[in-house]
């Protein structure tokens, strides 16, 4: 196996751890003209004081860090290339794939990349419409967007609404993406609570869409408690304009994890991976992850749930291995805008947790193993915690990429699921040497050869890993593929 090294050796280390829809023409950007970020753009939870600041750019001079956009990486990952944002000039967010194509969700809208020579992107279109996050799914000739906050009305000129106005839009909008030049948004379907991510579970004629969404508060209006399930779309392919809610399950009859002083209360779901050919998903929910069966996709269904009140603070995202005897469940501690990968904070939090599924049938359980956690320290203004990732299809090993924000990118092996190790990362050095910027590694997933991060700040990032370990992966190539639609690699 490839040895790590950086450029030069720096860092401290942890310790090893086991409505209307809006005229299609207004919504393309031809040139590089400012979007406005959507009011939902997350900042940092604590700024810090003159003296941290002052701490933290001396550590960044001195050389215990990166220097400012840096990169820095293991000798078996390379960079191939990179596409800066161009129009959509707000955060970058989740990734999804198509043929030679990449289609990058930011919370203006998304971009269509064509990937067809990995070394060498190139920008298709992008489509102007606003509305955190920008959670993006594609399957067949549908694209889907999740909006996460307050909007006038379902377009792509909807403007942003306070959260207490009653009247506020939020949901799922449908484009049909023929014509990679020119998508045409064709629905739009609002849930409660709006849709923060959301999972596709494609069914012949039909694509299912899991709805995830959170936050219910009394000040909410069309967010209040209980919120207990998810919403459950139903998109016909022949005739998208009639998707609509077709139900809501409620996951979580006695109330879920009550919450606590660093865990947080479930009022719903992060994020859901489906893996439709063993008719299971695993849902990330706050304060429980929980394992469903969804033999019947309109109607998912718990079989077993978990918690871990010592160390997980937000459960997030979820990633089963090949053969869906395991789940990779990430803990989101300090919401993606905190520093948490450092000697403070430890190994154990801010962490991957490994559970081992065991049993059959309705009796199957999620047995915890280990957690995992990269072990570079980073600096005090980098927001670094547990993200998106996906399977690298290695023959007989599972092994996952995964972005841990301005922590970078990650490829990791839990084939022993008590003895996770790290292979290869790729990352630069902070954005800035003193102010708290949220940044970095967004989603990082593997696809036909390659992994893709979309970077928050820095655009699309091309990367090749080279290892004994997943050249094997080299021989796998699919059609599609959303990271939180799990195919069946084998």
Known sequence: M?????????????GVATAAIGLFASLFVAGPAAAVPDPGVPKPADALSATEKAEAKAAIEAGEFPGVDEVVH?????????????????????????????????????????????????????????GSQND????????????????????????????????????????????????KYVAAVETACGSHTHT????????????????PNKKYPDCQPPHDGISVIKVPRGAPAQAAVVDFPVLFPDGGNKGGPTISTTTGCHDITAFPKLKLAAGACMGDGILMDISDPAKPRVIDQVQDDKNFAFWHSATFSENGRKVVFTDELGGGVGATCNEKTGPTQGADGIYDITGTGDARKLVFRSYFKIDRHQAANENCVAHNGSLIPADGRDIMVQAWYQGGVSVWDFTDSAHPKEI???????????????????????????????????????????????????????????????????
């Open 2 to 14: 490839t040895s790590l090294h950086t450029t030069r050796v720096r860092r401290r280390h942890l």
């Open 424 to 490: 290869g990362y790729f990352e630069r050095g902070p954005i800035s040497a003193t102010e708290e910027v949220v940044a970095g590694s967004w989603s990082a997933y593997y696809y036909n050869g390659y992994i893709y991060s979309n970077d928050i700040r820095k655009g699309l990032d091309v990367l090749k890993v080279s290892d004994a370990l997943t050249d094997s992966a080299e021989s796998v190539h699919l059609g599609e593929l959303n990271a939180q639609t799990q195919p069946d690699y084998r």
């Open 200 to 215: 596709l579970v494609p069914d012949g004629k039909n694509v299912y869409v899991y709805v995830s969404s959170y936050s």
């Open 74 to 130: 293991s000798a078996n990952m390379r960079h191939v290339a990179n596409v800066p944002q161009h129009a959509l000039t707000s955060l970058n967010s989740d990734i999804a794939f198509q043929g030679d194509y990449a289609f990058g969700g930011n919370f203006n809208g998304f971009t269509v990349y064509d990937v067809s020579d990995p070394a060498a992107p190139k920008i298709v279109s992008e489509v102007l419409c606003p």
């Open 136 to 183: 993006i799914s594609v399957s067949g000739n549908l694209l889907f967007l999740s909006t996460d906050s307050s909007r006038s009305d379902n377009s792509c000129s909807s403007t942003s609404l306070p959260a207490t106005e009653k009247a506020a839009w939020e949901g799922v909008k449908v484009f049909d993406i023929t014509d990679k030049a020119e998508p």
